[in-house]
């Protein structure tokens, strides 16, 4: 009963967020329905645990003595949020309230080089965000790691398959350089679409996120809560076939989504295929995703062309999630929401053509007000979260 209480509190101050007024305990006393002394109590656990703060407020006008302002802190316990891309290492640090305090993303190839080396890499990477973070006042609790492949139910710490790093049935605690900081992977797509619910200022209580890098992935978030599947390989949209016998896929099937629009695919098919991936472990001279929309903005027909292929095939892929899941809406992510200026008419024209066993507006469908950054900072967001579920988990400081 006591931690169900702290996360009550605790939440109470975080929901209060500017402009309103800073709220004292006995404002949170009559918000969450807790005598003025248990309150009193919990507040001073949460302040011993480094998760609230307490400060001396100015008079308002109000009769009595001026309470003391509550605040979740903005220094103390953060979560961290690492991310291993086919192209790319990414690093983030969030603080109790979830504010993005640290950024860093190192442009690296990824895929084919062994895992221990890369995992070496991101090790480094989390090293120097926490260094970033101590010297903000913040200490991490909690490390999660961002990976493109199935993470399945069970035993934490495995990645059953990352075809597009060339991982199979991997244990990152084997391949993790220090045993004192072995974050906790989870897929991409999963996370993008968790940090999608908890930042978006009117984030849909179901809706289907998808995003590519290399590969396609999805994530279906079903009335506020992550669907993982029975075995938690739910999401694998890039692997649905839009032509059954098409091209050949990495995975073994045929005509993949991925195969029509994934980045490689629309690299090929806009005649940029030569920015693509380089020697394993360099630094990428290009961004696809900045090449193709900056060709597109200038009217290169081969890549508007590319583009609005990628997008009838990806509708065609979404329709069957549309007629299956219901959702309110569709979110696209990572490098589908810097290029969903050329990709949404074409997306909404395949779904305008399908979706006929029920109403559906074209505004359903939206990029995502994170992009690229959304599975760091969901990553980061994750630790943030179970302590807001969990005060406990927090040491007495």
Partial sequence: MRRRNLSVVLGAVAGNAPPARPLSRADVAGRVGLTRAAVSSLVDELIGRGALTEAETAPDGRVGRPGRA???SDQGPAGLGLE???????????????????????????????????????????????????ALGLHVEGRVLAVPGVVPNGPAGRVERAPNLGWCALDVAAHWPDPGTVPEPENEANLGALAEYWNAERAAATFVHVS???????????DGRLFRGARGFAGELGHVPVHPAGLPCACGARGCLEQYAGQAAVLREAGLAQHGPAVPGAAEADDPAALLAERAAAGHAPTLAALDRAGRALGLALTSAVDLIDPDALVLGGTYAELAEWLLPSVRAELADRVTVRPWAPEALRPSVLGRRGPVLGAAQTTVRRIMADPTLLPVL
């Fill in 212 to 222: 590519v890098d290399a590969g396609i992935g999805a994530a279906l978030v079903i």
């Fill in 84 to 134: 291993v891309g086919v192209s790319h290492l990414g690093a983030c640090v969030a603080d109790l309230r979830g504010e993005p305090r640290v950024w860093r993303r190192v442009e690296r190839t990824n895929s084919g080089r062994p895992p221990a080396q890369v995992l070496a890499e991101v090790a480094e990477l989390a090293a120097e965000a926490e260094t970033e973070a101590r």
């Fill in 70 to 72: 509550l605040a979740v």
